[in-house]
């Protein structure tokens, strides 16, 4: 009905998988939120022409205050028309993109890839090469083995995607939308295939890196490389809006989370007022938006892409055994549940910690600084740095032996939510948001 929480203390004890659930959904909404609120002030800042890091941070402070303030007005159905309209931007100017590069080199992508190869220079052989960045070594290897299992795994655990669901009518609607969406998705994916040869090939490595932003302005440098000035500034307001959309979902999804799940039916025991879960859902909004703007300020700098991947991670460990074990295994219960949330999400949030991805990376000489989120200490003693492919297995191995170690079942309720998500017979219809 509202959040992720419904579907799995639907046949669970409340209280206990509600609280659970609305960590997790914390959880992966701040980390989601370190990546669009570093990737806003980086767009910004290659705007503006700011290279200063406290410019950049007094950036991401006044993106962050707008976006909050956005938050608290539009609401829920702000957030979808501004997502609906973004969404037809988005492809629209990517296409335009895509056909605009592919016939600078007469629609052929061999031709394409040759003029990024040319453009890199000596590094221009390895450029097509796999394993370029992941394939190093064997530690390499299996980080990108790892990122991978987390980028498809992570999507179906990701809170603020599984609440969209509840903004259709019915259903059919919400399986409709599922499979236009993955159409949609992966055209676009198509796109920034050509997108990204090109920058390669138009702009180059080279100025990519030094461009305020880094390896994040990319596409921003090669709309101006395209179309001038205006180009840059249309790519730029899509890429802002598509920001402004992702986080105004994350931050309704954590605030309506904690709202209603944790306010309203652990705290309140489900005697909570419409008005009074509102009243915290907004303030939780202010403070989830607070640690975000710190949070981006600490990540400004990083590759948007990984800490993305970082989020999938956290989804895949804490949400997804859970959701699959609600839907398929009859004999799942709240023991499991729970272990299986708590488990997944503190092996990941660990492994992050500890992680070259937090600190220990070397020094570039070049730039004089480290890829690490933190400059100048190593506690590091985890090797990759993403940590999907250790806990999300742990976190469904534990959801097994959480359940098989309990004695509680509910078979009559297990087969209610079997009906309901094999047909949408007895589903509550979307309400008004």
């Avoid at 980086?42 to 205050?65: F, T």
């Avoid at 101006?224 to 205006?230: A, H, K, M």
């Avoid at 956290?314 to 074990?325: D, E, G, Q, W």
Wanted: aromatic content about 10%.
């Amino acid at each position: 009905k509202f959040t992720m929480g419904d579907v799995l203390a639907f046949r669970m004890k409340q209280r206990p998988v509600r609280a659970a659930a609305a960590t997790s959904t914390l959880a992966v909404s701040f980390f989601y939120l370190l990546a669009q609120m570093a990737g806003a002030g980086g767009l910004v800042a290659l705007l503006l022409g700011i290279e200063s890091k406290a410019g950049q941070a007094a950036i991401i402070v006044i993106v962050g205050i707008i976006m909050i303030a956005y938050v608290l007005i539009g609401g829920m159905k702000g957030t979808t028309w501004v997502q609906i309209i973004k969404a037809a931007l988005l492809i629209a100017g990517a296409l335009a993109m895509t056909i605009w590069v592919l016939a600078m080199y007469g629609f052929n992508f061999s031709g394409l890839l040759q003029g990024a190869v040319d453009k890199a220079g000596k590094a221009g052989e390895a450029l097509l090469g796999p394993g370029n960045q992941y394939g190093k070594t064997g530690t390499t290897k299996l980080d990108f083995l790892s990122l991978g299992i987390a980028l498809v795994l992570g999507t179906a655990g990701l809170p603020h995607v599984l609440m969209r669901f509840y903004t259709v009518p019915t259903a059919k609607e919400a399986r409709r939308s599922v499979v236009w969406a993955i159409a949609l998705i992966g055209i676009f994916y198509l796109f920034t295939l050509v997108l990204g040869y090109g920058a390669g090939a138009l702009v180059g490595s080279d100025k990519i890196k030094a461009a305020p932003g880094g390896v994040n302005s990319a596409a921003p440098l090669l709309a101006l490389e395209l179309g001038g000035p205006i180009l840059l500034g249309l790519i730029a307001a899509i890429a802002f809006a598509t920001i402004l959309a992702v986080v105004a979902g994350l931050t309704i999804t954590a605030s309506a989370s904690f709202a209603h799940d944790v306010y309203a039916n652990v705290i309140k025991k489900g005697k909570a007022s419409p008005a009074s879960e509102v009243k915290v859902a907004r303030i939780t909004a202010l403070v989830i938006g607070a640690v975000a703007i710190l949070g981006g300020i600490l990540a400004n700098g990083q590759n948007i892409a990984f800490l993305v991947a970082l989020a999938f991670a956290v989804a895949a460990s804490a949400n997804l055994p859970t959701i699959l074990y609600s839907l398929f295994w009859k004999r799942f219960n709240t023991q499991g549940a729970l272990w299986s949330i708590y488990g997944g999400l503190a092996v990941c949030v660990l492994l992050i910690v500890f992680s070259p991805a937090v600190s220990g990376k070397p020094v570039d000489p070049k730039t004089g600084k480290s890829a690490s989120m933190l400059q100048g200490v190593d506690f590091h003693w985890f090797p990759l740095d993403n940590p999907g492919i250790v806990s999300i297995p742990v976190a469904f191995f534990l959801g097994w032996l959480g359940t098989v170690l309990s004695k509680e079942h509910n078979q009559e309720k297990y087969a209610e939510m079997e009906v309901r998500s094999l047909t949408g017979a007895g589903a509550e219809k979307a309400i008004s948001h």
